[in-house]
């Protein structure tokens, strides 16, 4: 998305930019910016609430009880 700096005369036209913006994105791209923090919500959920702070690299554990 490039509506960074841009100015708009009001909402519907910010609106229109931004639907226009995620048009453009895939739908797996779409999908997959949530799959992480959805994951890790799992994860979370499945410790108790404990947050788990992974390193760059590390996977999260299979989840299948949940």
């Known amino acids: ?35 992480k923090p959805y994951d890790r919500a799992k994860v979370s959920i499945y410790a108790n609430g404990a947050y788990l702070n992974l390193k760059k690299g590390m996977r ?3 989840v299948s009880s949940i």
Do not use: C, R, Y
């Open 60 to 62: 999260l554990p299979h």
């Open 1 to 35: 998305m490039k509506l960074k700096g841009l100015q708009f005369a009001g909402v519907a036209e910010i609106q229109e930019a931004v639907t226009d913006d995620l048009k453009k994105v895939q739908k797996e791209e779409f999908s997959a910016a949530f799959q």
